[in-house]
């Protein structure tokens, strides 16, 4: 019997999505982070901390366009539904990421006074795609439905996924600098957790309350043991953190890239969480991923192009970390 059947395509498909959005709120999400919490008083911790993400930031944004094109080639009823639903707050964000890239490259072309006011385009930039991205989750965790609870939620949602990547992304210039711009950046992490840990609580105790769906299975055992862990393993990882950012920095930068780790196991708990908690509703409440898949034919003919193009992506990530690894130098332009 053939193992691509139509049930195992979807998932197949569901899964390669989920990895491709965790990995871009990872990776994009550690340079949104540094754009976000941009020393505006201090130009030379401003060109280190862009230098840090020189190399990797234009990549990064392969994974959103990856898991897009996943959902609209996979599951396009579900893509149509959750656009309709996301359609301002996905142009906002969009808006975001192309001031963000316009701003990185205006930034080396400009007289040096007005190297400043693209500084300030490219926080704002990213500031504008992290709330973006926030809000958008906190309407799809309220079902995709708008109202005064549900928008208040959503802007709540928005300033602690900013948070979330305020704290990656100082956590990553823990790892990548020394001297004051490190001390700023153990600093930043510190509060941007305090936010992060309170929207991760937020959203762990509503969303059983909006979604019958999550309340069953957060409760029913033996499922209910599984959900039970993650949530502790994602706090146990907040108290460490903090832990680790108390005693940083050690002598010969010892432990730099410990934050950075203990972030990454944060978000991958938050959204194992989520992912679990909604399956298998891909439109929560309303459509399954089975429901929402394309056709079987359809799904099997993607699948030989993504068993091609994901490990090419995965493997030019890999050699570009591994070729831009160590600290980061201020950029310097000619």
Same mark, same amino acid.
């Given at each position: 019997?053939?193992?691509?059947?139509?049930?195992?395509?979807?998932?197949?498909?569901?899964?390669?999505?989920?990895?491709?959005?965790?990995?871009?709120?990872?990776?994009?999400?550690?340079?949104?982070?540094?754009?976000?919490?941009?020393?505006?008083?201090?130009?030379?911790?401003?060109?280190?901390?862009?230098?840090?993400?020189?190399?990797?930031?234009?990549?990064?944004?392969?994974?959103?366009?990856? *898991?897009?094109?996943?959902?609209?080639?996979?599951?396009?009823?579900?893509?149509? *539904?959750?656009?309709?639903?996301?359609?301002?707050?996905?142009?906002?964000?969009?808006?975001?990421?192309?001031?963000?890239?316009?701003?990185?490259?205006?930034?080396?072309?400009?007289?040096?006074?007005?190297?400043?006011?693209?500084? @300030?385009?490219?926080?704002?930039?990213?500031?504008?795609?992290?709330?973006?991205?926030?809000?958008?989750?906190?309407?799809?965790?309220?079902?995709?439905?708008?109202?005064?609870?549900?928008?208040?939620?959503?802007?709540?949602?928005?300033?602690?996924?900013?948070? *979330?990547?305020?704290?990656?992304?100082?956590? @990553?210039?823990?790892?990548?600098?020394?001297?004051?711009?490190?001390?700023?950046?153990?600093?930043?992490?510190?509060?941007?957790?305090? @936010?992060?840990?309170?929207?991760?609580?937020?959203?762990?105790?509503?969303?059983?309350?909006?979604?019958?769906?999550?309340?069953?299975?957060?409760?029913?055992?033996?499922?209910?043991?599984?959900?039970?862990?993650?949530?502790?393993?994602?706090? =146990?990882?907040?108290?460490?953190?903090?832990?680790?950012?108390?005693?940083?920095?050690?002598?010969?930068?010892?432990?730099? @890239?410990?934050?950075?780790?203990?972030?990454?196991?944060?978000?991958?708990?938050?959204?194992?969480?989520?992912?679990?908690?909604?399956?298998?509703?891909?439109?929560?409440?309303?459509?399954?991923?089975?429901?929402?898949?394309?056709?079987?034919?359809?799904?099997?003919?993607?699948?030989?192009?993504?068993?091609?193009?994901?490990?090419?992506? =995965? =493997?030019?990530?890999?050699?570009?970390?591994?070729?831009?690894?160590?600290?980061?130098?201020?950029?310097?332009?000619?």
């Amino acid at each position: 019997m053939s193992l691509l059947t139509a049930e195992n395509l979807a998932l197949v498909f569901a899964a390669l999505t989920a990895l491709a959005v965790l990995l871009y709120a990872i990776l994009d999400g550690y340079d949104l982070g540094v754009g976000i919490t941009l020393p505006m008083k201090q130009e030379a911790w401003r060109d280190t901390s862009i230098a840090s993400i020189g190399p990797f930031w234009d990549a990064n944004e392969t994974w959103l366009v990856l *898991a897009v094109g996943l959902l609209l080639v996979a599951f396009p009823a579900a893509h149509s *539904a959750i656009l309709h639903a996301l359609y301002l707050p996905a142009a906002l964000l969009l808006i975001g990421l192309i001031l963000r890239g316009v701003a990185f490259d205006f930034r080396a072309k400009v007289k040096p006074e007005r190297k400043i006011h693209w500084d @300030w385009t490219f926080k704002c930039g990213s500031l504008l795609a992290t709330f973006s991205q926030g809000f958008m989750l906190g309407i799809y965790v309220m079902g995709l439905e708008y109202h005064i609870g549900s928008v208040i939620f959503a802007c709540f949602s928005g300033l602690c996924v900013t948070a *979330a990547y305020a704290m990656i992304g100082n956590a @990553w210039l823990i790892g990548k600098t020394t001297g004051d711009l490190q001390f700023h950046a153990i600093r930043q992490c510190k509060r941007a957790g305090v @936010w992060t840990l309170a929207g991760i609580l937020t959203v762990s105790a509503i969303n059983p309350l909006v979604n019958a769906n999550v309340y069953q299975v957060w409760t029913e055992p033996p499922l209910a043991y599984l959900f039970a862990a993650i949530p502790l393993l994602c706090f =146990a990882m907040f108290a460490l953190g903090y832990l680790a950012l108390k005693r940083l920095p050690l002598p010969n930068d010892r432990g730099a @890239w410990i934050p950075f780790f203990i972030c990454k196991v944060i978000f991958v708990c938050s959204f194992a969480g989520l992912a679990l908690s909604f399956y298998p509703f891909v439109v929560p409440n309303q459509m399954t991923l089975y429901e929402a898949a394309s056709s079987k034919e359809s799904l099997t003919i993607i699948f030989f192009g993504a068993v091609i193009v994901i490990p090419i992506i =995965a =493997a030019y990530t890999a050699v570009a970390y591994y070729a831009f690894r160590g600290k980061a130098d201020g950029l310097k332009y000619y």
